[in-house]
C-alpha cells in the first residue's frame, strides 16, 4: 500500500513504457540517418513495423525536450538545434478539389523504395510572414540532389515557370531526369498538367494531406536551406546582393 501511494506521486507513466526497440529504432533514424520525428513515425506506420507501443508525434517531441531518450536531444532536430521555433502558417487542404491527380498509392515500386534515381519531390519554402518572395526545392529522392529556384508568388503560374528554370537547370535527356515529381496538395501545384509539361516529366502524384512523411526528402531538406540561409544573412546581412 505504502509502495502505490508513492508511486502514484510520480505522475503518469510513459507512453512508450519499457518498449526499448522502439526507443532504439528512434533514435538510430534520428541521430545516423537525419531523419525528422514525423519521418520516423511516418515510416513505422507505412512500412507495418511492429512494436510494443506507439506514439504521435506530439508526444515523440515532448519526450526529446525532456532528454527522455539517452541518446538524442534538441540537438539532434533539425528544426529545433539552435533553439529557434519557427512559425508555420497552416493553410486550408484542397485535397478533395484535386480531382485530376494521382494519388502516392499510384506511384511505381520503384519510386516508392527509392530504387532508381529520376523520381522528385517538389516543395516551396516561405519565409517569414509578411515576405512574397518563396524558394521551390526539387529533391531527387535517391541521390538527395537538390534544385533550388527563387519564386515570386505562390501562384501556379509562377511554379511552373519555376519548374521550368529548374528543368533547364538540371540538363540532360528529360526522360530521365524527371521520371516523376510528388508534391502536396496545396492549391499552387495541383495543374499536373502544366507540371508535367515544364519538366517534362512522366507523372505528378500528390501526397495525402496532413502526411509530410510521405515526402521525406522534403521534410529533412527544407530546414538545411533555412539553416543555410539564416547562415547566409549573419554573414552577409539581410538583403545583401548575394542573398
Known amino acids: 500500500m505504502r509502495h502505490d501511494e508513492r508511486a502514484s506521486g510520480k505522475g503518469r507513466g510513459l507512453k ?32 507495418g513495423l511492429e512494436f510494443e ?23 539532434d532536430l533539425w528544426v529545433k538545434k539552435e ?11 484542397v485535397a478533395l ?5 494521382k494519388s502516392i498509392t499510384e ?6 523504395e527509392r530504387m532508381e534515381q529520376g523520381h522528385w519531390e517538389i516543395d516551396l519554402v516561405v519565409g517569414k510572414q509578411g515576405t512574397k518572395p518563396v ?16 519564386v515570386k508568388n505562390k501562384t501556379q503560374k509562377e511554379v511552373i515557370a519555376a519548374v521550368k528554370r529548374a528543368r533547364r537547370r538540371a540538363g540532360g535527356n528529360f526522360d530521365d531526369v524527371f521520371k516523376s515529381i ?8 495541383l495543374d499536373s498538367e502544366g507540371i508535367k509539361k515544364a519538366a517534362k516529366c512522366g507523372e505528378v502524384y500528390y501526397a495525402h494531406p496532413y502526411s509530410s512523411w510521405e515526402r521525406g526528402s522534403n521534410e529533412n531538406g ?19 546582393a548575394t542573398e
Open 222 to 240: 527544407n530546414p538545411t536551406l533555412r539553416a543555410e540561409r539564416d547562415r547566409h544573412r549573419q554573414a552577409y546581412g539581410k538583403g545583401s
Open 182 to 189: 510528388t508534391a502536396d496538395n496545396g492549391s499552387k501545384f
Open 135 to 150: 524558394i521551390l526545392t526539387l529533391v531527387e529522392r535517391v541521390t538527395r540532389k537538390s534544385l533550388y529556384v527563387l
Open 83 to 93: 533553439g529557434k521555433k519557427y512559425y508555420y502558417k497552416k493553410i486550408r487542404t
Open 16 to 47: 512508450i513504457g519499457h518498449d526499448h526497440r522502439l526507443a532504439e529504432h528512434i533514435e538510430d533514424k534520428i541521430k545516423n540517418e537525419k531523419w525528422s520525428p514525423d519521418v520516423v513515425l511516418g515510416r513505422i506506420k507505412s512500412e
Open 107 to 112: 506511384r511505381p515500386k520503384e519510386a516508392d
Open 97 to 101: 478539389n484535386n480531382k485530376n491527380g
Open 53 to 75: 507501443t506507439s506514439i504521435c508525434t506530439k508526444t515523440l517531441y515532448s519526450y526529446i525536450d525532456r532528454g527522455i531518450f539517452a541518446g538524442i536531444s534538441n540537438k
